[in-house]
């Protein structure tokens, strides 16, 4: 009998740690007059982050955004969320090497006007998906340096002073089905 409590117990040990490294990924929400930035500095790897609208209309955040860990970054109502640089000499939004994986769907992403500056930023990141974002006023849509493997789809991306899409020293990404309208140029590979 006693042999019988010490299986059940390390049996119960072995079930019970075993689950301990089970965390699942946590569903943050930014509201207008929060950071997003502020939400990715405090989020975890793998985390999702929900930026809302002003209850159904319309709002701007006015921040430049640097993703450095893996994320899904989503507007709550597709196009009524503004990413608008504080910075136009800076990308509005970044996605680092360290943020490979990351996912950015649904905003209007504007207002990186400086030379050389860009909508969405991709850094030597790999398996990001960039999908339903509208990107217009900045210099570049999107940007795209020593990357692979990233989903770049479904976005319209116009009014931007140079290049809708730029890609430079990446392989085997997917850019397909976006609407590029009244760039200076369009892609450039």
């Known amino acids: 009998m006693k042999k019988f409590y010490i299986i059940l117990f390390l049996t119960s040990f072995i079930i019970f740690f075993s689950f301990l490294g089970c965390v699942s990924a946590a569903n943050l929400t930014v509201n207008p007059g929060n950071s997003i930035q502020a939400a990715v500095n405090n989020a975890s790897a793998g985390?999702?982050?929900?930026?809302?609208?002003?209850?159904?209309?319309?709002?701007?955040?006015?921040?430049?955004?640097?993703?450095?860990?893996?994320?899904?970054?989503?507007?709550?109502?597709?196009?009524?969320?503004?990413i608008r640089a504080l910075n136009p000499s800076l990308s509005t939004l970044i996605i680092n090497s360290d943020g490979s994986?990351?996912?950015?769907?649904g905003f209007m992403i504007k207002g990186s006007s400086a030379t050389d500056c860009n909508g969405i930023y991709l850094n030597g990141v790999s398996n990001c998906n960039i999908t339903g974002n509208f990107l217009t006023n900045n210099y570049n849509g999107i940007r795209l340096l020593a990357g692979s493997n990233n989903n770049i789809q479904n976005n319209s991306i116009f009014n931007n002073s140079w290049m809708a899409v730029t890609v430079v020293n990446s392989n085997n990404n997917i850019i397909k089905n976006n609407t590029i309208i009244n760039n200076e140029y369009c892609i450039y590979l």
């Open 47 to 82: 985390d999702l982050i929900v930026v809302n609208d002003n209850n159904g209309s319309s709002y701007t955040y006015t921040e430049n955004v640097v993703i450095n860990k893996k994320l899904t970054l989503k507007s709550k109502t597709l196009g009524h969320v503004t």
């Open 101 to 105: 994986g990351s996912t950015i769907q």
